[in-house]
């Protein structure tokens, strides 16, 4: 190993705490340094290429290293790096909002900025909220929320997520919200097949709502895809379900499109599956094709209007973050969508589609594969220990996080959510990188994953 990458790695194991990972686990583990990207590939300090199938958490809808949103990042560094976004206003921020409202639902028409996704929830509870009581409706403060639901690491994200395991230390700091289940048609709760039921999964929603509607404020949910839950691909027909149901009621509806925004689904946004909308959107990480932290809480002219009044009324948002509307990242946002539309990138994907069909096809063979489900640029594989019941793999054996340890062999980079392994491949990827990562995919299952899965009994 090179003496500088060495060094470096030492400063790394001394000085830095690395998200969602044990550090006894990551002081022995084999270190990837990065050193370069390009497209889909990562590159790393020894030498070594490896897919990026993950899109780095997902935000990489055009690839790595886009010379266009580079130079657009450029020119706006060259004019101004920051200015506050309270009492002075810029040019990348105003043509990013008026961008946004035009590429949303026609309902959606104010954006509010702040910098990453947990914070544009933040912004979206609070304002539902506070509209309410602007409204002069008192106790209507409650929050609807989906079992397996994420929407980030803040308290009040936390508190409308159903990711138990990854909050129960906090459990004391969090807020109650109603938990209705998830649309998990693999693992139904009431033992259904996905598409053949009648959505009893609603059922406690609707209940919950004819019982305490006067005091929900929100139903906040990720529509069709809950992602960190496990991308849990699950059925347009329970979205437009559920909000007619919701519609019945004075509640306000949040979508969290931070993971689903951008083309993911198959469409630029999830909702667009339906003929409804949210009454607010929440959108980061794709947004400035992840180059810098961004995100936008977009809403309708009710919801503006019930906090637009006379100052001494006390009707103000009172919320911003020092790095709200940074132009660097509005710039790169503007020229991100620019190219997704000018590339037509999403419908261009739908010919991708076919390719990704055509591999998930034969991976279903696998035994251990127990679930692919799969939508827009998303193919997830559930691990199971046996394919008949469905039953897991003992937590205490840390499959699936062997198995991503180990892909890096096979140069991909895989990331696990609980037992499920995942690809979310850039809008931009080509047919023939699919063939190569399904290709070695399908060598790398038959070959590791059979070990490993072996090995933790699961054959
Ligand atoms: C649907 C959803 N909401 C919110 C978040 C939180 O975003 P961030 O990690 O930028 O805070 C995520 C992150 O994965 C997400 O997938």
């Not at 929407?151 to 159903?162: K, N």
């Not at 909702?271 to 949210?278: A, G, I, K």
Request: charged share 25%; net charge neutral; proline share 3%.
């Amino acid at each position: 190993m090179h003496r500088k990458t060495r060094e470096l790695l030492e400063l790394d194991r001394k000085h830095v705490w690395h998200p969602f990972t044990q550090m006894q686990d990551y002081e022995n583990m084999y270190h990837v340094p990065i050193v370069g990207a390009e497209g889909i590939k990562l590159f790393d300090a020894y030498g070594n290429y490896y897919y990026d199938t993950i899109s780095s958490w997902w935000c990489k809808v055009l690839g790595h290293n886009v010379k266009e949103i580079q130079r657009a990042m450029i020119k706006q560094m060259r004019k101004y790096e920051h200015v506050m976004f309270a009492g002075l206003t810029h040019e990348p921020g105003i043509r990013l909002a008026s961008k946004l409202i035009e590429i949303t639902h026609p309902g959606l028409q104010h954006v509010f900025y702040s910098d990453n996704g947990s914070t544009s929830v933040e912004v979206a509870l609070k304002i539902a909220v506070q509209y309410w009581t602007n409204k002069g409706i008192e106790g209507k403060n409650r929050f609807i929320c989906l079992e397996n639901g994420y929407h980030g690491d803040t308290l009040g994200a936390m508190s409308v997520s159903g990711t138990s395991q990854f909050f129960d230390p906090y459990k004391a700091l969090l807020f109650d919200a109603f938990r209705s289940p998830s649309p998990y048609c693999y693992r139904c709760m009431y033992h259904e097949s996905a598409g053949y039921c009648d959505y009893e999964c609603l059922v406690p929603l609707r209940d919950m709502l004819e019982k305490a509607h006067e005091r929900i404020a929100a139903v906040v949910l990720e529509p069709l895809v809950q992602a960190a839950g496990g991308m849990i691909v699950y059925p347009v027909e329970y979205l437009d379900r559920l909000m007619k149901i919701v519609r019945q009621y004075d509640v306000l509806v949040i979508f969290d499109e931070i993971a689903t925004g951008f083309g993911r689904t198959g469409k630029l946004f999830a909702y667009e599956y339906l003929d409804d909308s949210p009454d607010i959107l929440c959108v980061s990480k794709a947004l400035t094709n992840g180059t810098l932290p961004l995100a936008a809480t977009i809403v309708t002219d009710e919801i503006y209007f019930a906090f637009y009044d006379d100052y001494l009324k006390g009707k103000t948002f009172f919320h911003g973050h020092t790095f709200t509307a940074n132009p660097i990242a509005c710039a790169a946002a503007l020229k991100t969508i620019e190219l997704i539309e000018k590339k037509n990138l999403v419908k261009k994907f739908s010919k991708k589609r076919m390719v990704i069909e055509k591999y998930m096809g034969r991976l279903e063979n696998f035994e251990f594969f127990g679930d692919i489900r799969s939508i827009g640029t998303i193919v997830a594989f559930e691990l199971v220990k046996n394919k008949k019941t469905k039953e897991r793999f003992e937590k205490a054996k840390r499959i699936s996080w062997q198995i991503c340890r180990s892909s890096l062999r096979y140069n991909i980079i895989l990331r696990p959510l609980g037992d499920v392994l995942y690809f979310n491949f850039p809008l931009s990827v080509k047919i023939s990188e699919l063939g190569e990562i399904f290709g070695i995919f399908e060598r790398y299952a038959s070959e590791e994953i059979t070990t490993i899965c072996g090995n933790g009994d699961g054959l």
